[in-house]
């Protein structure tokens, strides 16, 4: 590099740089939190869907799932399956506990979780909320 | 070796190259279960050894760090590790805490391994790459906290280089932001919009100074280049990875729910978070063009190039790729985001650990470099595992385009179940690459016993 570009000229940069983008982003933070209850459909947040979510996370179906596009790339996204499964959390109940032990011969397998009626009724609650959730109608349709 | 204490790193980078061969392993299982979906099935699910797979990726990633603290912060700041013995305790304490938490994954189901661990009291379990058990992230924040002290302390009371400061702040960085793992609010979009903070702002943030440091030492061991043209270098760098990597974050703040100004200042960002990388290749390309010395070890030489233009690729180039809105709305959560965290982690991270281990090894075995056989294996290794990463990546992104084009953009799109089955001859050969990778890697281990026929080089 030039030589009028020197040590101390390259180190304010990283100091001055950092500390104005460091704030910068706490400040979108801030704002963020402050709009977020238009976006984040707190309104359906409800014991039952934290239940759903804890249910969610202790048998990590993120593992295998994407949800709202992030996790794994194994299984279906998950973010939009209320939708997919018309607007039926029965449907999707019934989809989780009729999962077989062994799995599906030869096909990618999403394991028995025995879930209780209650922990299957949050977690299909959970699914719900999260469609809810207006995430600038991503994904492109309804396949995820 | 100048220290005594820095012969700590060793054991550090024994137990980092063992769990990379765990990790890959894991690796083949997934690559397998793509195209046999109940490969292992019951015994091993998918989540399962995907878990494995990324958490033992973090965790040898981070012995790597710590092994390339112990090493150089003490011959960079003229002075002994303030404490070998807390090292080596810590060291224990890891690898133990690591390897019951891995044997948790394998033999009791997770939810299992939840209530074990009180997951209830203080829940941070079941988010990708965050899937440990509290009371083993707690356990990864003191033995965070003991290892920076220990290297904070030695740095105090020596001299302060540059490449010092920047690795501290960058191991400090790491420390810290892996506290928000234990932020998990019930409200799903503040949960991610915080995940980000730990995934995002470590790799394209506070790794970024622990990667340049690293990179520096190297390059100025190696080529011998004026310290104070390296320094320069590296605030650039540096600069530039904070400048761009931290409102960067934004481009994960697009489909979750968050406001819509983050599709302007995350694509706008991370557009430009290529420039630190960029800047990675041409200063190594240009600190050895302007060497000083011929220094033996030619191996750790092609590493620290190596690092460059592969970080280059997978993390500035693949991260572009996808990382404007209109794209990322296409390819976000396929396997375009799976073939670019493979490459740039790869070439990244997982190679500039291989960079200092070739370095610092042969030192602390008591001579300047290995003799000629021993680098041509590794050298060997290094363009078998590279190149079968630039296949798995390129594989993975052609699986990308086409799933991109069934699932989400064609005017029929199909479910995700039946475009999987038409793109498995992608999986296929992805798997292929990855029996050369592992090929490759036990290429590396064969690397460290080769003897030569007669003794060659200087002693150190
Ligand atoms: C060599 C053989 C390897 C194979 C066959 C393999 C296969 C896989 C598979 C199937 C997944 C899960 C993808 C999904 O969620 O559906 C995965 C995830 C991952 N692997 Fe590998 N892997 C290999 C090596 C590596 C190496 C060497 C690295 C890094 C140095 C690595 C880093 C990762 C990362 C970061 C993820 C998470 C990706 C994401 O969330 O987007 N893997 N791997
Ligand atoms: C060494 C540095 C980097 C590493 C190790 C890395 C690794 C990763 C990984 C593992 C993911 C998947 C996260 C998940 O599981 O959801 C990811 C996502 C992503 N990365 Fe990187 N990355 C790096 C740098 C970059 C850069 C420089 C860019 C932009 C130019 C970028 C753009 C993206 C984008 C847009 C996504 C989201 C993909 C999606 O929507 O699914 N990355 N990265
Ligand atoms: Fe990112």
């Keep these: 590099m030039a030589e009028f570009f020197n040590k101390t000229m390259a180190r304010n940069i990283y100091f001055g740089g950092s500390v104005f983008f460091v704030l910068l982003f706490l400040a979108l933070t801030f704002d963020t939190h402050r709009q977020l209850p238009q976006t984040d459909n707190r309104g359906e947040i409800t014991e039952q869907t934290s239940l759903g979510k804890r249910v969610w996370e202790e048998n990590n179906c993120i593992g295998c799932h994407t949800l709202l596009g992030e996790g794994a790339y194994f299984a279906p996204e998950l973010g939009n399956v209320y939708e997919r499964y018309g607007r039926s959390t029965e449907a999707i109940k019934a989809f989780i506990k009729s999962r077989p032990e062994g799995g599906i011969p030869g096909r990618r397998s999403m394991p028995q979780f025995n879930l209780s009626d209650e922990e299957l009724e949050a977690l299909a609650q959970f699914l719900k909320y999260v469609n809810g959730i207006d995430t600038g109608d991503w994904p492109p349709n309804i396949q995820g | 070796m100048t220290y005594e204490t820095q012969a700590v790193a060793k054991p550090y980078f024994i137990a980092a190259i063992g769990l990379f061969v765990a990790q890959v392993l894991f690796g083949l299982i997934l690559g397998m279960q793509y195209v ?57 304490t890891f690898l133990i805490a690591g390897a019951l938490t891995i044997i948790g994954y394998l033999f009791v189901p997770y939810a ?50 540059v490449v010092n400061v920047v ?8 420390a810290v932001m892996f506290l928000f793992s234990f932020v998990n609010p019930d409200n799903l979009v503040l949960d991610k919009y915080y995940w980000w903070w730990v995934v995002h702002l470590w790799v394209e943030g506070v790794w970024e100074l622990i990667l340049g440091s690293i990179l520096a030492y190297v390059l100025i061991k190696t080529t011998g280049v004026d310290r104070e043209v390296v320094e320069k270098w590296l605030y650039v760098i540096i600069a530039m990875a904070l400048i761009t990597g931290i409102i960067g974050t934004g481009h994960h703040y697009f489909w979750i729910g ?66 404007l809105a209109p794209v990322n709305y296409f390819t976000h959560g396929t396997q375009i985001t799976a073939a670019h965290g493979h490459m740039a982690f790869y070439g990244a991270y997982a190679m500039i650990v291989m960079c200092i281990i070739s370095y610092a090894m042969p030192i602390m075995r008591g001579r300047v470099a290995n003799g000629r056989r021993a680098q041509v294996v590794e050298m060997w290794s290094f363009w078998l595992m590279t190149v079968a990463m630039v296949f798995i990546t390129l594989f993975l992104t052609a699986a990308g385009v086409l799933q ?40 590396y281990l064969i690397s460290f016993w080769v003897k030569e026929p007669e003794p060659v080089g200087a002693t150190a």
Excluded: C
Excluded at chain 2, 167 to 174: A, C, K, Q, R
């Design chain 2, 258 to 323: 968050t406001p819509g100004y983050w599709l302007w200042l995350g694509s706008i960002f991370s557009a430009l978070e290529p420039i630190p990388f960029f800047l990675m290749t041409i200063f190594a390309f240009n600190m050895v063009n302007q060497r000083r010395r011929d220094h033996p070890n030619k191996a750790a030489v092609l590493w620290a190039m190596g690092t460059g233009v592969m970080a280059f690729l997978g993390a500035g180039v693949w991260g572009f790729m996808h990382t």
């Design chain 2, 36 to 92: 046999v979906g109940d490969f292992l099935f019951p015994e091993i699910p998918f989540n399962v050894a995907r878990m494995v797979h990324t958490n033992l990726l973090i965790v040898w990633l981070l012995f790597g760090f710590m092994g390339a603290s112990y090493f150089l912060v003490p011959e960079e700041a003229e002075r002994e590790l303030h404490s070998p013995k807390l090292a080596m305790i810590l060291f224990w």
């Design chain 2, 404 to 443: 991109v084009w069934l699932q989400r953009y064609s005017d029929s799109p199909q479910p995700f179940m039946v475009v999987q089955d038409q793109i498995a001859l992608f999986y296929w050969m992805r798997e292929g690459a990855g029996v050369v990778f592992m090929i490759g890697l036990m290429l």
């Design chain 2, 112 to 161: 299992g391994l939840a209530k074990m661990t009180g997951n209830e009291f203080l829940p941070t379990m079941g988010r990708e790459f965050l899937e440990q058990p509290s009371i083993t992230k707690i356990g990864i924040v003191i033995v965070a906290l003991g290892f920076v002290y220990n290297i904070t302390m030695t740095v105090l009371a020596g001299r302060k280089t």
């Design chain 2, 167 to 174: 690795l501290i702040t960058g191991l400090v960085g790491l």
